[in-house]
């Protein structure tokens, strides 16, 4: 039966296959890995989430998670480009972790039509040393110049996905739900450690990946950084189904120093880790 669930799910395609029945045959295969996530985390709140996150895969319920998100958070902006987006301000700026300074140099990955470095920008009220996004769709980057029109040398738009490796293949360009090796727009992918020079690097002080579903290859195109310098992270764990705790369980091999927190940030997706 575990063989014919797992065939099934594979040819349902992921979004499918992550949920329901085939999702706890998978966190009952990883329950160590689980178990031992859950004592490396940094709060009561954390573990609650990432219970909520697992129980509403496996139900297909999204119950579990309204308790960890407050609706009235939703806030909606009209861009100069015309767009709307729908958000929650304290996604990936919650206050009780993550401490903004008038230094941050900040890692946008996966850039989408800019509204996260908006954020950044309001949260910080301009004070700030650089922004850095990189988004890979030349659609989104258009996008990205008409809403941010202040782009200089302290916003700086780079027309590249983060990866563990610098390549060329294909993207799917679905809004905000494009995904590397599918599609027909060909884009440029570089891994963070070799794209910005060592003084670069040293200097970088938060990184935030949203790039659906490759962000364990951003995090292995980086993984010097985060050794060396410890930057504060942002990682959406959500779009595969074992992002919840293999990510977490990444960054803390590759740096344990870091306090690890779980937040929910929608009340079905957003799932959001944070390492400081």
Not at 60 to 82: A, H, I, Q, V
Not at 136 to 165: A, F
Not at 182 to 208: C, H, M, P, W
Request: aromatic share 12%.
């Amino acid at each position: 039966m575990k063989k014919l669930l797992e065939e099934i799910g594979k040819k349902l395609g992921y979004k499918y296959f992550r949920y329901g029945i085939p999702y706890q045959l998978e966190c009952k295969k990883h329950k160590n890995e689980i178990d031992y996530l859950k004592s490396v985390l940094a709060d009561d709140l954390s573990r609650d989430v990432l219970n909520a996150a697992i129980k509403c895969r496996m139900t297909r319920n999204y119950k579990y998670l309204k308790p960890f998100y407050d609706t009235n958070n939703t806030k909606e902006l009209m861009l100069n480009s015309g767009y709307t987006v729908c958000f929650d301000p304290s996604q990936y700026f919650p206050k009780d972790i993550i401490n903004l300074s008038t230094e941050e140099v900040f890692i946008d990955g996966g850039g989408f039509v800019g509204d996260t470095a908006l954020n950044f920008i309001g949260q910080t009220a301009g004070y700030f040393n650089k922004i850095h996004i990189f988004e890979p769709i030349k659609r989104n980057c258009e996008q990205i110049r008409k809403n941010i029109t202040n782009l200089s040398d302290k916003v700086i738009l780079h027309n590249l996905g983060l990866y563990s490796s610098c390549e060329e293949t294909f993207f799917e360009d679905s809004g905000s739900g494009s995904r590397i090796g599918k599609g027909k727009e060909l884009v440029k992918l570089v891994a963070l450690d070799n794209y910005f020079s060592e003084q670069e690097r040293s200097e970088i002080t938060y990184i935030k990946l949203d790039v659906e579903g490759a962000e364990m290859s951003a995090l292995e195109g980086m993984q010097d950084t985060i050794i060396k310098y410890n930057p504060k992270l942002a990682i959406c764990i959500y779009h595969k189904p074992a992002d919840l705790w293999e990510l977490p369980l990444y960054i803390h091999k590759l740096n344990p120093k870091y306090n690890l927190y779980i937040r929910q940030h929608h009340p079905v997706n957003e799932t959001v880790l944070y390492a400081v």
